[in-house]
């Protein structure tokens, strides 16, 4: 382990660990794992399906010993899985009975700034929140977490957090696996520390520089997790829902594996690898195969692209670790396929771009120079248009991007052709250190010239400090607004 502290940052000493930790081997996988139930919906009079989702405290025995007190959403921790379709309209009853504010931010989605859950639509203790939007996108595996400004790290490692499944027609008319928790699995992967008593131990790190490493992966909320498989092909959804930690899964027999979806939705076709690497609030699905029988685990692995601060590789980057056992049933069910084509490919590469901007991440809390302002509009972008964004970390820390509302395309890095990994539509992208990425996407529908939506590093401990910032989208003739003071209550 080691410290250091740099001056840069007036009273903030950084200081981060430079130990590798390495779990492979050493995790005994006897708690089947958890699959978070489907959220029960209702069909509203006005047609809408409804979901009613309270926020609340509770308690889990994660291990042996004292509970650990947690939060959850309609449990005690993590929250149901929502789905719905394209073309749906979902409305949401949130009841914050925590006591003290939070927000839900629907990670992915496209909907109105006052519906997107962010930092300026925190619900009071004991309050309640409503939004209410038509799922219009791409069936994909979206998520959802608090979103209130500089406690999201928090909020989020104390348990909240949550899988939104969009479907549409294509997705339900091709032959992937796609049975609920038996051959589509979700998989939420969150690094925690427990202490002596068994509590949540965030130890001051999130005022560290890489934000807070755990030492043992939960996967829904369970440790030492294994799945039965009954099916030859299986779907993982997977979502690096850590708060900063990197992971470059694979299996450990080096067994190809197809991704089939990013972080918007399914590829146009499988790209098959062995490695996938996620930052903080990415997501994937990969198909991977079984013989009967077999048993295999799936691991996070050293990244495969660096990122070394001055101390050594950061966020994780060097560790291999344990993740959950797979174990094949003797005769395994065979009528799922990867189908030839499934989603859409993005499409923006031709687009002239009505505005390109650039981006420049660095240290803790900063884009371009400047810290989060709940009261700052950064800029505002045009309805209907395509902007070209060029995002770079611009030191050796590992940052990500992302942007709320959209899905963009990574037209390219360093001028290059992106790694498949990047080729499908991303809301969220890994920067590895002094390259550029260039992001297309086109803004659409919702305009609001007061309400902005936010763009940041996804390793929370940087968004919580500031490397944030915030653009409304224009309808033709608007101009930037004013926020409306921010309700925050603690
Ligand atoms: Cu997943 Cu602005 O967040
Ligand atoms: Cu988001
Ligand atoms: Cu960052």
């Known amino acids: 382990v080691g410290a250091l502290a740099l001056g840069s940052a007036g009273a903030i000493g950084y200081f981060w660990t430079t130990s590798k930790l390495d779990t492979a081997g050493k995790v ?15 069909q509203d009079p006005s047609g809408a399906r409804r979901f009613d989702l309270e926020i609340q405290s509770g308690a889990v025995a994660f291990k042996d010993g004292r509970e650990t007190e947690t939060w959850g959403v309609n449990g005690a921790f993590l929250g149901p899985t929502l789905r719905a379709k394209r073309g749906e309209e979902v409305a949401f009853a949130v009841r914050n009975s925590l006591d003290e504010g939070t927000s839900i931010h629907w990670h992915g989605m496209h909907l109105p700034a006052v519906m997107d859950g962010g930092p300026h639509q925190e619900v009071a203790p004991g309050g309640d929140w409503a939004p209410q939007w038509m799922i219009n996108q791409p069936a994909a595996t979206l998520w959802y ?25 294509e997705s339900d008319g091709l032959n992937l696996p796609k049975t609920y928790g038996v051959d589509d699995v979700p998989m939420i992967v969150q690094d925690r520390k427990l202490d002596g008593d068994n509590q949540f131990d965030d130890n001051g790190s999130f005022m560290s520089m890489q934000g807070l490493l755990g030492d ?53 076709s499988a790209s098959e690898t062995d490695r996938l690497q996620l930052s903080p609030g990415e997501r994937a699905e990969i198909v991977v195969g079984f013989e009967p029988g077999e048993t295999a685990v799936l691991r996070s692995y050293p990244a495969d692209e660096g990122y070394s601060g001055p101390l050594g590789r950061v966020n994780g980057a060097d560790d291999t670790l344990d993740i959950c056992e797979f174990r094949a049933a003797e005769s395994l069910t065979d009528t799922t396929a990867i189908p030839e084509t499934m989603g859409a490919a993005p499409d923006l590469a031709d687009t002239e771009p009505a505005e390109e901007r650039s981006f420049s991440l660095s240290g803790f809390n900063q884009i371009n120079g400047e810290s989060m302002d709940l009261q700052r509009i950064d800029f505002g972008v045009r309805e209907g248009s395509v902007e070209v964004w060029e995002v770079a970390n611009a030191d050796g820390f590992l940052h990500n991007f992302h942007v709320h509302d959209v899905q963009f395309q990574v037209l390219d890095v360093d001028g290059e052709e992106p790694p498949a990994r990047l080729r499908g539509w991303k809301d969220t992208v890994q920067l590895v250190p002094q390259r550029k990425y260039r992001l297309a996407m086109r803004f659409t529908d919702y305009t609001d010239p007061n309400l902005p939506y936010m763009y940041h590093c996804h390793i929370l401990a940087h968004e919580d400090a500031g490397m944030m910032g915030q653009f409304v989208v224009l309808g ?15």
């Open 145 to 169: 977490h608090p979103h209130p400004h500089g406690r999201t790290g928090n909020h989020v490692y104390r348990g909240l957090a949550g899988m939104f499944i969009v479907d549409d027609d």
């Open 476 to 490: 033709e003739g608007e101009s930037i607004g004013q926020v409306p003071a921010v309700d925050s209550a603690h």
């Open 216 to 268: 043992q992966v939960f996967v829904n909320g369970t440790l030492g997790p294994y799945l039965d498989v009954s099916t030859r092909l299986v779907r993982l959804r997977l979502l690096n829902g850590s708060v900063s930690r990197l992971y470059n899964f694979g299996f450990d027999d080096d067994r190809p594996f197809s991704l089939i979806a990013t972080d918007g939705g399914l590829l146009p």
């Open 28 to 42: 005994d996988f006897t708690n089947p794992l958890a699959v978070p139930p489907l959220a029960e919906s209702t």
